[in-house]
C-alpha cells in the first residue's frame, strides 16, 4: 500500500521546501567543517558559503508560517548541525566577512588608542615645558598615558613607557597633592616622556606590516 505524505499541491510543495531546508542546513554544516580543517579555499568556502546564505533566506521567508523557527525545525528533524545554525541562523554571513569585519573594528580601534596615546605623550610634555610641575597636575597626564599605553594591544608588558610611566606614579603617590616637583625632577620625567614617546613610535607597525 502507498503511503503519501501529502493530500494536494499545497502540502506536497510544503513537504519539497522542508526537504529543501533539511539539505540547505547539512550541506552548510558540511561546508563549515570543510573550511575549518582547511579542505576547501577561503575563497571557495566564501562563494559557495553565501550562496546557501541566500538559498536559505530566500527559503525561511517563504516557510515563516509553517517553520516558525529554523532551531525547533532543527532539533525536531535532530539534523545536529550547530555550525550551520550559526552560520545561517545567528551569524547571516560567511565565516570570511566575519574576520574581515573583526580584523577592520580592531585595527580602527588600534587607530584610535595610537591617536590617544600620541596626544597623551605631547600633553604631558608640553605641560612640563609650562612649569606645571604639581603633583595633582602631573599625576593626571600620566594615570591618562598610563592607561592608553596599556589599552594598546601590539605594546609588551614590559614596554619603556608601560615601566617608567608606572615608577612615576608610584613615586607621586607617595608625595602631597600640592608637592612639586623639583627642577631635576621634571627635567628626568620629561626625559622619560621622550624617550618612551621614541621607543613607543618605534614599536607601532609600519605599512605593509
Known amino acids: 500500500m502507498e503511503v503519501k505524505l501529502w493530500n494536494d499541491k499545497r502540502e506536497r510543495e510544503m513537504y519539497e521546501n522542508f526537504a529543501e531546508l533539511f539539505a540547505i542546513i547539512k550541506a552548510t554544516e558540511k561546508l563549515e567543517k570543510a573550511y575549518v580543517r582547511d579542505i576547501i579555499s577561503a575563497a571557495e568556502y566564501e562563494t559557495e558559503c553565501q550562496k ?6 530566500t527559503l525561511s521567508s517563504t516557510l515563516k ?9 532543527h532539533d525536531t528533524y535532530k539534523m545536529d548541525c550547530p555550525a550551520a545554525l550559526n552560520r545561517l541562523v545567528t551569524s547571516g ?28 605623550f605631547i600633553t604631558a610634555m608640553d605641560s612640563l615645558k609650562l612649569n606645571m610641575v604639581a603633583v595633582d597636575q602631573v599625576h593626571p597626564l600620566l594615570s591618562d598615558l598610563s592607561s592608553s599605553l596599556n589599552k594598546l594591544l601590539i605594546l609588551p608588558a614590559d614596554f619603556e613607557g608601560k615601566t617608567k610611566m608606572r615608577e612615576w606614579l608610584s613615586r607621586l603617590s607617595k608625595m602631597g597633592a600640592a608637592d612639586e616637583l ?3 625632577q621634571a627635567r628626568q620625567l620629561h626625559f622619560d616622556l621622550e624617550s ?4 613607543f613610535m618605534a614599536a607601532l607597525p609600519t605599512a605593509g606590516t
Do not use: W
Not at 508560517?65 to 525545525?73: L, Y
Not at 618612551?196 to 621607543?199: F, G, P, T
Open 52 to 57: 546557501l546564505i541566500a538559498h536559505f533566506k
Open 65 to 73: 508560517d509553517t517553520v516558525p523557527s529554523i532551531e525547533r525545525f
Open 93 to 120: 554571513v560567511p565565516a570570511t566577512v566575519e574576520h574581515r569585519a573583526v580584523a577592520a573594528t580592531s585595527a580602527a580601534s588600534s587607530a584610535s588608542v595610537v591617536a590617544e596615546c600620541v596626544q597623551n
Open 182 to 184: 623639583t627642577e631635576q
Open 196 to 199: 618612551s614617546y621614541n621607543s
